[in-house]
């Protein structure tokens, strides 16, 4: 139907702010090109979005273990501390999905494994199945160093997403929480946070999921 009303926004692609935003809806979780035009590497995308319209999408990208070890390597490390390096950076995300998808399926269903990046997103959209459907959350989004864009935090030793029916647990750690846009500059810190989450390709039987 067309129309509008007094809850019409005037503006459109209006972000969720960096910090506790409470009355989130999880739209959907898709696995496409990280560009529209279809471009990029497959990733696995969170989409959320407020009661006003504002809207937050959070990207996991697919890891690519031996050229972290490559990367790390060169950065100095020996290989074991490279390769214990690149680990966590599985280990990470896995703990951040995790949390996500634990908000809305028992947490001992959270239970799965895959070889590679395709089959672990489309087996995590499957354990998710519509059980994100009306169930509003509260969640916390921080800046990434260096960044004008906001994500999760990279660890879930905290919590940063849980169900609104829940006593607020969340809280902003202003040691490692960027919540204040940063101005972007050339330091090493671009440089190394842009080697380790954009990387993809084959991780088959390398992938500790």
């Known amino acids: 139907m067309y129309g509008f009303d007094e809850n019409t926004s005037e503006g459109g692609g209006a972000r969720i702010p960096a910090g506790i935003t409470e009355n989130v809806n999880l739209n959907d979780v898709l696995y496409e090109p990280l560009k529209a035009d279809g471009s ?62 634990g908000c809305f399926i028992p947490k ?17 959209i499957k354990l998710l199945g519509e059980n994100h459907r009306d169930t509003p959350v509260r969640i916390k989004t921080v800046y990434k160093k260096n960044s004008q864009y906001t994500t999760f935090p990279k660890r879930a030793f905290k919590a940063f997403m849980q169900p609104m029916s829940h006593p607020n647990k969340i809280v902003i750690d202003p040691k490692w929480d960027i919540v204040e846009a940063p101005t972007p500059d050339s330091s090493d810190d671009i440089f190394m946070e842009k080697a380790v989450a954009p990387v993809s390709g084959d991780t088959t039987e390398e992938v500790p999921w």
């Open 40 to 101: 990029g590497d497959q990733v696995l995308k969170f989409l959320f979005s407020d009661g006003a319209g504002a809207t937050f999408t959070h990207i996991e990208f697919p890891i690519d273990f031996a050229r972290l070890v490559e990367l790390a390597t060169g950065w100095g490390k020996p290989k074991a501390e490279a390769e214990s390096f690149a680990k966590t950076e599985f280990e990470a995300q896995g703990e951040r999905i995790k949390h996500v998808l």
């Open 108 to 124: 001992d269903k959270c239970v799965f494994k895959a070889s590679s990046f395709a089959e672990f997103a489309d087996g995590v």
